[in-house]
């Protein structure tokens, strides 16, 4: 596993395609993978590396707590693409410059205490800070606001009177008495069945967490009166 040398282009293309369909080196929050790999990189990627700029910029922006991020950090072989060997050449960890001693000049401590030699830093690091949380507050609003995805069934019903001189009308109208939550009742006609009787065909839509043919048999068949069986004619998934 490797990118190669991340050090030339042709490394940094690689990291390119392996961030084409990726967020992250691994997973999907900023870990130490990503630390690793960032830390080998000497510069960002040009322009057109649209997919490794990214990454970079979104990296950089984890800077003052790396330390902190998920994971532990491996050798840089450990990650990329499978068949390729990382031939990267990080150089050495420079020391940090040792800070100058404190000048004795009254004059000098008063123009220190009126420079605000981080403030720039915390500005920076503020106003990163506030594009991530409006990001993430977009991103969540634009989730809850996805409509979730209801099974749906659409049933052709028969409902059988007793005799010739059931009144349908009557009938049709107890059938569409029946309200549920989830049942939404549609067209219906009368078919003949034989010796002056016919049957009421009805069509309906339903959720099928809340609807089933089995509570529709029974709310139906309860008009006894009228009603002398129902079967499913048709029942198809929309």
Same mark, same amino acid.
């Not at 990118?3 to 084409?20: M, N, T, V, Y």
């Given at each position: 596993?490797?990118?190669?040398?991340?050090?030339?282009?042709?490394?940094?293309?690689?990291?390119?395609?392996?961030?084409?369909? !990726?967020?992250?080196?691994?997973?999907?929050?900023?870990?130490?993978?990503?630390?690793?790999?960032?830390?080998?990189?000497?510069?960002?990627?040009?322009?057109?590396?649209?997919?490794?700029?990214?990454?970079?910029?979104?990296?950089?922006?984890?800077? !003052?707590?790396?330390?902190?991020?998920?994971?532990?950090?491996?050798?840089?072989?450990?990650?990329?693409?499978?068949?390729?060997?990382?031939?990267?050449?990080?150089?050495?960890?420079?020391?940090?410059?040792?800070?100058?001693?404190?000048?004795?000049?009254?004059?000098?401590?008063?123009?220190?205490?009126?420079?605000?030699?981080?403030?720039?830093?915390?500005?920076?690091?503020?106003?990163?800070? !506030?594009?991530?949380?409006?990001?993430?507050?977009?991103?969540?609003?634009?989730?809850?606001?996805?409509?979730?995805?209801?099974? !749906?069934?659409?049933?052709?019903?028969? *409902?059988?009177?007793?005799?010739?001189?059931?009144?349908?009308?009557?009938?049709?109208?107890?059938?569409?008495?029946?309200?549920?939550?989830?049942?939404?009742?549609?067209?219906?006609?009368?078919?003949?069945?034989?010796?002056?009787?016919?049957?009421?065909?009805?069509?309906?839509?339903?959720?099928?967490?809340? *609807?089933?043919?089995?509570?529709?048999?029974?709310?139906?068949?309860?008009?006894?009166?009228?009603?002398?069986?129902?079967?499913?004619?048709?029942?198809?998934?929309?």
């Amino acid at each position: 596993m490797g990118f190669g040398d991340l050090r030339s282009p042709a490394g940094l293309a690689l990291l390119d395609g392996f961030l084409a369909d !990726k967020s992250y080196i691994e997973g999907f929050v900023p870990s130490q993978a990503d630390v690793a790999v960032f830390d080998a990189i000497s510069s960002p990627p040009a322009s057109q590396l649209c997919h490794a700029l990214r990454w970079y910029n979104h990296i950089k922006s984890f800077q !003052k707590e790396k330390a902190s991020l998920p994971g532990v950090k491996k050798p840089l072989a450990q990650y990329g693409p499978a068949g390729v060997a990382d031939s990267t050449k990080c150089p050495p960890a420079r020391p940090a410059p040792a800070r100058p001693a404190p000048a004795d000049d009254d004059d000098d401590d008063d123009d220190d205490d009126d420079l605000d030699l981080f403030g720039s830093d915390d500005e920076e690091s503020e106003e990163v800070a !506030k594009i991530k949380a409006e990001r993430l507050a977009e991103y969540a609003a634009k989730k809850s606001k996805k409509p979730a995805l209801i099974a !749906k069934s659409s049933i052709l019903l028969d *409902v059988k009177p007793w005799d010739d001189e059931t009144d349908m009308a009557k009938l049709e109208e107890c059938v569409r008495t029946i309200q549920m939550d989830g049942l939404l009742w549609g067209q219906s006609k009368l078919v003949p069945v034989g010796y002056g009787i016919r049957k009421l065909q009805i069509g309906c839509v339903v959720e099928d967490d809340k *609807v089933g043919t089995d509570i529709l048999e029974e709310r139906i068949t309860a008009f006894e009166d009228y009603v002398q069986s129902m079967d499913v004619a048709a029942f198809n998934k929309i």
